[in-house]
């Protein structure tokens, strides 16, 4: 099969056994090192990913998606609001709520996020049902006065099942001694563990008619109507979509106004961390281009001889492209290969070094991830690759740009 002559003598340079080890060794280099950049680039950013969607998880399963809140007064038609909200096609489901931060006292005290939920309606926008370690949200019953609690918070309490808290709200009721806060003894019946902190610390669930009972609010009434979306990166356009279909009426918030801070910050390190190893591929890169040099040097009188046989400028520069081009591709293939199975094994290569060396990355009495979470995204594979090849190629340019200039009556002169 007939190859063009750049393409030819190009593979030809880089088979070639060259008398000049240092060339080979700094060529053998430069693809280790774009290889070593792409594997690290692409695990490391899976690694990332795989933390950002582990904090989704544990954070956004507790939290609301979006809610709607009445502006002024409870909300007591809430089951037509619900029906319209399941008819979205942009809303997985629906559930009322109260929430009311207060003070929650038993063998220890703590201030909490208190929720009112009703069970049926909770288990379909919410995780806590799985992450239950004992008890169960059903247990939650009307008039019952029981309460679920994080088990951050409940150690902070020092209570276990069965025993009695406190719930001390921040609204005053009168009595003959004067104003006095609202208060009721609850029963625990429930713990849960999302393995976040501000979840598992800060906040309780009662059931939503006890939450009204407590803070004396009307009959059938509710605080706002909790979401869950099907899209949570549309979280924002969904709350907005909402917002103006309820006409002003309603205050309308999604995820990303209570803990959108976090996962901008993970962004950010996300950013940042791209940056920074994409300098491994650049110095690979600039290996490329002082190879290169080192041949364009080495090769003067091959590349006057071409000349005089009437090869042209673009022809000598397509020669040392495909060179150093084919050194960026090469590497950049072991280093896809390398990073999709350093990524996709990660879970299992990092017990296998904490067994040899002995130690323990993510200990479980200090992390609530214990586990090297790792999520590979073909887009980022195939951004980091193309980046790689796009740095290859401009690493070529210069030296068979230098190539090109070569004058035959010099290079010839003393051979």
Do not use: C
């Not at 594997?39 to 690694?47: E, F, G, M, Q, W």
């Not at 939450?211 to 969904?238: F, H, N, Q, T, Y």
């Not at 492209?321 to 090469?330: A, D, E, T």
């Not at 090849?389 to 290079?411: D, G, K, N």
């Amino acid at each position: 099969m007939m190859k063009p002559l750049s393409a030819f003598i190009g593979l030809r340079y880089l088979r070639a056994k060259r008398q000049n080890h240092f060339i080979s060794f700094i060529s053998l280099i430069s693809m280790l090192g774009i290889a070593l950049g792409v594997t690290t680039l692409i695990t490391v950013i899976s690694v990332m990913n795989g933390f950002e969607k582990e904090l989704r998880a544990r954070i956004l399963g507790a939290i609301s998606h979006a809610t709607i809140q009445p502006l002024d007064r409870p909300l007591d038609h809430w089951r037509e609001l619900v029906a319209d909200m399941n008819a979205r096609d942009d809303v997985v489901a629906a559930a009322p709520y109260i929430e009311v931060g207060a003070w929650l006292q038993a063998n220890g005290s703590s201030g909490a996020l208190v929720r009112g939920i009703d069970p049926d309606y909770e288990i379909t926008v919410s995780d806590i049902e799985p992450s239950m370690v004992s008890g169960s949200l059903q247990n939650l019953q009307s008039g019952s006065y029981g309460i679920v609690l994080g088990s951050g918070l409940a150690a902070r309490l020092r209570v276990a099942l069965g025993d009695k808290v406190t719930i001390i709200a921040p609204r005053l009721k009168a009595s003959p001694f004067g104003a006095s806060p609202l208060m009721r003894r609850f029963t625990v019946v429930g713990m849960f563990e999302f393995g976040e902190y501000e979840n598992d610390t800060g906040l309780a669930m009662v059931h939503i008619e006890d939450a009204a009972r407590l803070l004396r609010m009307p009959e059938a009434s509710i605080g706002g109507i909790r979401l869950k979306l099907v899209d949570l990166d549309a979280a924002w356009w969904v709350a907005r979509e909402i917002s103006q279909q309820l006409d002003g009426v309603f205050r309308v918030r999604d995820w990303s106004q209570e803990r959108g801070n976090l996962f901008q910050a993970v962004k950010t390190e996300k950013t940042v961390m791209w940056v920074i190893l994409s300098l491994i591929i650049a110095v690979a890169a600039f290996n490329i281009i002082s190879m290169l040099v080192m041949v364009v040097t080495d090769k003067q009188s091959d590349i006057a001889i071409l000349k005089t046989m009437g090869a042209r400028a673009g022809t000598i520069m397509r020669i040392f492209v495909v060179q150093g081009s084919l050194i960026g591709v090469i590497g950049t293939l072991l280093g896809v290969v390398g990073g999709i199975l350093l990524a996709q094994n990660i879970a299992t290569v990092i017990p296998f070094l904490e067994s040899i060396f002995g130690f323990s990355l993510f200990p479980q009495d200090i992390y609530y991830i214990t586990e090297l979470p790792s999520d590979l995204r073909s887009a980022d594979v195939t951004g980091f690759a193309l980046m790689s090849l796009v740095m290859s190629f401009i690493s070529t340019l210069y030296p068979a740009w230098r190539a090109s200039r070569t004058h035959p009556a010099e290079a010839l002169r003393y051979e």
